[in-house]
T-cell receptor, first 113, second 117 residues
Framework: QKEVEQDPGPLSVPEGAIVSLNCTYSNSAFQYFMWYRQYSRKGPELLMYTYSSGNKEDGRFTAQVDKSSKYISLFIRDSQPSDSATYLCAMSAYLPGAQKLVFGQGTRLTINP | DTAVSQTPKYLVTQMGNDKSIKCEQNLGHDTMYWYKQDSKKFLKIMFSYNNKELIINETVPNRFSPKSPDKAHLNLHINSLELGDSAVYFC????????????????FGQGTRLTVV
């Protein structure tokens, strides 16, 4: 079993829809949770960062963390064709010698005009 | 002004060859990484270096040898290439090791698409 599980999709929705992307994880030491966006043929870029449980909002994007369920989500409101990309969740734990990002497989998202 | 740049962008080579990928960052970061992304988009860490010191070696075959001549560069040399090495290799950097710090965002290069035939 992978440390971080993410449905690879693909997920296709109409423009303006609310998109929900999710990851589950097994390592209870994870405390820092991130979402990266990766456009085709490009490197990932950080979209959202959350520490521990709770919500964080940035424009049309909301990240949620539920540590008790080991479940994180990214919501995209009023989705735009420019949001079409692969979204990767990533997480890390504060452990000596283990400072690394562990990624989910990524969900490929297409927003149709 | 590219923050993390890697060369080449594409690399096609035959099995058994030796090849290198170069990476440079101009962000003044202390920490650099190599990640491998397979055909299913799964991104997995291979190595990390902090101030030229190897921090993480994630059970990568010893045919892969990273070299960090200085903080701004982390190169990846691969010996005796195999078909299974075909993937996209990403270099990344961060200000320091600790991803809990909001300053510590990992910046990725555009990737090197390696195809072994």
């Amino acid at each position: 079993q992978k440390e971080v599980e993410q449905d690879p999709g693909p997920l296709s929705v109409p423009e303006g829809a609310i998109v929900s992307l999710n990851c589950t994880y097994s390592n209870s030491a994870f405390q820092y949770f991130m979402w990266y966006r990766q456009y085709s043929r490009k490197g990932p870029e950080l979209l959202m960062y959350t520490y521990s449980s709770g919500n964080k909002e940035d424009g049309r994007f909301t990240a949620q963390v539920d540590k008790s369920s080991k479940y994180i989500s990214l919501f995209i409101r009023d989705s735009q064709p420019s949001d079409s990309a692969t979204y990767l969740c990533a997480m890390s734990a504060y452990l000596p010698g283990a400072q690394k990002l562990v990624f989910g497989q990524g969900t490929r998202l297409t927003i149709n005009p | 002004d590219t923050a993390v740049s890697q060369t080449p962008k594409y690399l096609v080579t035959q099995m058994g060859n030796d090849k290198s990928i170069k990476c440079e960052q101009n962000l003044g970061h202390d920490t650099m990484y190599w990640y491998k992304q397979d055909s299913k988009k799964f991104l997995k860490i291979m190595f990390s270096y902090n101030n030229k010191e190897l921090i993480i070696n994630e059970t990568v075959p010893n045919r892969f040898s990273p070299k960090s001549p200085d903080k701004a560069h982390l190169n990846l040399h691969i010996n005796s290439l195999e078909l299974g090495d075909s993937a996209v290799y990403f270099c990344a950097s961060s200000q320091d090791l600790f991803f809990g710090n909001t300053r510590t965002e990992a910046f990725f290069g555009q990737g090197t698409r390696l195809t072994v035939v």
